[in-house]
Structure formats: C-alpha cells, structure tokens
C-alpha cells in the first residue's frame, strides 16, 4: 500500500490512481541491452531464411565422456571418443586366418598413424569396435559369468553417471537451436480514442468529434521455404507489432499498427512455451500462414459516445492493450527418407552423391552435427528430399552422441535408408546396434520401411565381410545392398530403390503439394475469445486480513484498462457497468464494509456505501474529497 500511495503521485489527473501494471518486464538476454524496449519491431521479413550447416570440427571433447580403458568390452557409444593410443585395448585372439591376416594389416596401419600423428590422439573408430577375448572367449565358464557379471554391474553404475553428465552438460547451442526455439510474440496496442469538439465559423456547438484510436498490429507465422533450421531465432526472439494511431479531431480515426511477420521454416509445430504435448499448430508447406495474436481494438473516441441522452459526451477510451505470449517452436523436418546409420558410415558422402547438396565429409565420427538436406530428382520428374542425420550410438535413445537430438526428425520421413559401414570390426553388431537404438527411440520410427545399404566396398575389407553381413541379413528377411559410395557404385539403384518404397506415399503428396496454402487464425480466435469474455462473469475472493476484494474476470478487467480516468464521464460510465453487471450486487451480498478495498485489474478501489448510490469509488488522492463532493 505504500508504494501504491508513493505511485500515485506522479499519476497524471489528481483524482486517479492506478495500480503498478502486472505486466511482465521481459529482460533481453544480451547484457548490453540495458532497456529491452528498445528492442526494434522487426520489419515484414524479421526473421530471414537460414542455413542449415554442416560443421567440420569436432564438438567440444568435454561434451562427451571418455570411456573406462578397464572395462572389459568396448562398446559402440565409446566412438565418440578420442582414444590414446597408448591405452588402446588390442584384440588378442584371432578367430581364423582373415581375423589374423587383417590384424597384420591393421598393425600396419596403425604404425604408419603412429608416425603421423603427433598428438597421440585418434578418432577412427573402427577399432574400438573389438571386443577384449580375453573374456568373453575365456574358456572357464564360470570365470566368464564372473566376468560377464562384475562388468554388468560397473556398465550400469557408469550409465547412470554419463547420463547425468550429459544432461548437465547438454548439446552445444547452435544444435540446441537448430530445431529448437522459444519466441515472445505480442501484438501492438490499440491507439486511444480522444475527446474532441466540432468549432466551426457559423457552426455553434458543432458537437463532439473525437475520433477513435486505430487497431493495433497483428503477429503472424508464416512458413518461408528458404529457411530449413530455426537458427535465426538464436538472435531475435522478440516479436512486438505496431501500436494503433491515436484518434484525432474532427472525427480522424488513428491509424492501423504495422503488422509482424514471423518466418518460420516448414514442419514447424507451435506448443505455448511451458506446456508441453500442447500443440497449437502445425506448419508444415510453404505459404502457410497462422494468425497467432489479433492486435488490440482502438479505444473510441467521444464521437463514437454520442447518444440521445448524452449529446455531449466527454469521454474517450484508451487503446485496448495487445495480447501477448510466449510459444516455443519445434522443426521436424520434411523430408521423404532419412539416412541413419553409425557416425563414419558414410552418410553424407552417400548424400552428395545423390544430389546437389555439398554435406562436409571428413574421416572421423560426428562430422556431421546438424541434419542436411538434400532434393534428389529422378528422370520421370519425381523429387524426393532427403536428410542426412547424425550418426547414431548406443544409448541414443536414452541421450548419447547427437543423433538422439535428431531422431525424432525421421518421424516424418516415410523411409530410411540404413547405411552400414563394411570396413567396421562388426558390420553386423553395427547394424543391430542402430536399428535397437531406432527401436527403442520410438516404435512407430522402427516401423517405417527401410532399406540396408553396406558401404565402402571398394575396401577390400569391406568386400571381405560383405558375404556373412549378406547372410547375416537375409537370415532377417532383408535384402541388404552394396554400394561405394565414395565411387558412386549402388547409389543410384539404392535411391531409386528406396523412392519405389515410398512411390505411393508421394504421388498422394504430389496431389497435397498444389494445395492452396491453409491459413489458420484459430489460436487467435482463441486468445481474443479468452479476453472478450462477458462482463458479468467473474469471481470474488476476500482477503480479510487486509479487507480486500479481488474481482477476477477478463471483460472486467479489459474494460477497466481501456477506461481513461482522465475524463470524468468515465467514472460515471465505470460505476454504472459495475452496476449493471453485478459486482455491487454481488459484493453487498458477501458482506462488504465501508473503506474495505475492491481490486478489479489494475483498478484499486475504497468501498462507499451511501443510501443512494453504493459501490467501490477509486481512491482518490486527498481523502478529504469524496465521490460524492464532485459527482
Ligand atoms: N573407401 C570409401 N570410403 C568412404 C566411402 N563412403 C564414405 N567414405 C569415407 O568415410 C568417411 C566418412 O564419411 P562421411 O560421409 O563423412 O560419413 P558420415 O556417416 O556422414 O559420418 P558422420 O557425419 O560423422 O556421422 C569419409 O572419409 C569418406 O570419404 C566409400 O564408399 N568408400
Ligand atoms: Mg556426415
């Protein structure tokens, strides 16, 4: 209260007083903006189409966790990490003879890396797929329980550990915002109506001619083709339309505000920020638009109060303030097939192949860290859009590496293309690991149709281990392909493969596709039914250790804040709605006392009761003057 009292000084008329706005201060997140009002209202185009990248470095080392040397078994989410060479666990026991003359070959290899590398570092991972022999082809059974055991034990201790470290550390933000946003959008107030009056040579009481205020600006999303990530909200988050144009005289009705256009890219879904599962909208082809906030209405000035009764009107409204809200946005890509698969597989380079898009390729795991795009056009006039995702790891589902950040981006797809990487230790353990991981990741994911591709075949290693993964595969009842993709050899077959799995799917699309772009104004339908509601309905609660009456209603409230106490029929007009809508009725009813305080919106109150006219009176700044002294 005593803050009140200290506000209502420097209040512009000596005989209202306002209450502190609720409205919440958003505070820019860039600490050199000190005032976030002078955040500019962007222009029609605020948000510009942006680019999904590909980065070549490798994420921070402290984003993922090294693996424990000891364990026992290597297992396939210990790719991401660099391994030393001087701790590296080395095969010991051969299986046959390919096993071993391949191992010559490696020791070769690794030698010659030896050399190179000064760093001691490595990432190639296809070494760390070998599984330590010694226990788990330990002769003694008992002792390989044992093992098996006591090693199942320390996974599940280090499992819960890294999950905890990966969340506490999370994604690196360009990843995070690559799909992911939260934007504050809120439509311009109306401007306010005036009181004006008509003088005129030879025109004598030429009456009242105050014009309304103008509507304030609406916000709207519309999808932008150009834009296929939600990166460009990483900078401007803040949306705000132009406030309506106050009346005038001579019945000059404010100008409209300037509405905002917020681009967003296709398949993007709307939750409101905070709730989650809460989908408001879906965006998903080029040219849809969805009204998100109406601005709000112009007050009206005192032309528009004319009346039989009162001809002389000296009141005028103030602009109805605009909605405002926070939504968070979430991109699933449109794409017709996702390419999954291991990191190093090959993923990218089988994209570039197959069309234009330029994917970084390089020889170490997760050089792809956010999704490409790819269009792929065949000879009959087809396109397909292809994504090439993150690699995948074990315990992607449940967090580990990227590709769990972007698995829900197949959702949409209609198939998957599973590339597999022969020159790995175990083709087959690589290919079962990703597709467990899409399992358990979402079941439907699973479902979609899907075709196995195993790449690098021009590697003689690779070639070797094509027959078992073959029989490997087709024991499944999968038909697996080989292709080079680095060649080019298999990869047009395997495409057009995979675009006769979802032939169907598209040529329904295809009809989908010349579609009038939809335009959506329900979730604005929906706000501005919130705030119309009727005046009369509202709810009292009592505070009666402060012997104050909260009046809680959105007609209620929206009308006291488009009253302009500056002009005196309008605390007339506000004592009379009250009336008439029932708040006097009903506070009388629940027991209300003289001098107890009313609060309805920004409006605090003193309660007066007087044999003619009862009712909550504003308060005023003297407490000598009363309602009734200048009514
Ligand atoms: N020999 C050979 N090498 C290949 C073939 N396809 C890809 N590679 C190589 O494998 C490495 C990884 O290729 P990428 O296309 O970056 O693999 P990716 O699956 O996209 O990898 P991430 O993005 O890290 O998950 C690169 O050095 C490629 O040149 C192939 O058919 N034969
Ligand atoms: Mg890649």
Sequence with gaps: MASFSSLSLSFISPYAQSRSKPRKQFTPKNPNLKNPNTIKTPPLSSASGGQATTFTRLPPKDDFVIPSLSSSEIKLSDLTVPVHKQNKPSSKIKHNAREAVKDIVEDVLEDDEEEEEDSGFDYGKFELFEVNSDDEFDDDDEEYVVDELGFENVEEGEEELEDEREKEKGVPAVMRCFDRAKIYVRSGDGGNGVVAFRREKFVPLGGPSGGDGGRG???YLEVDSAMNSLLPFR???HFRAGRGGHGQGSKMNGAKGEDVVVKVPPGTVVRAAGKEGDVLLELLYPGDRALLVHGGRGGRGNASFKSGTNKVPRIAENGEEGPEMWLELELKLVADIGIVGAPNAGKSTFLSVISAAQPNIANYPFTTLLPNLGVVSFDYDATIVVADLPGLLEGAHRGFGLGHEFLRHTE?????????????QQPEYEYDAVRLELEMFSPEIAEKPYIVAYNKMDLPDAYEKWKSFQKHLQSRGIEPFCISAINRQGTRELITAAYELIRQQIEDKKGESWRDPVHFSHVAEMVKKQRTAPINEFSISHDSSSNTWHIEGAGL???VQMTNWRYMDS???FQHVLEACGVNKSLIKRGVKEGDT????????????SPNSSGPNRKISTDSVKWADWK
């Design 235 to 237: 900078n401007s988050i």
């Design 571 to 573: 605390d007339r007009r």
């Design 412 to 424: 949409r797809c209609s198939a998957l293309v599973h590339i597999v990487d022969g020159s790995s």
């Design 557 to 559: 409230q929206r009308f």
């Design 217 to 219: 600006g609406n916000v």
């Design 598 to 609: 009313v609060i309805i919106g920004e409006m605090e109150m003193v309660w007066h009761a």
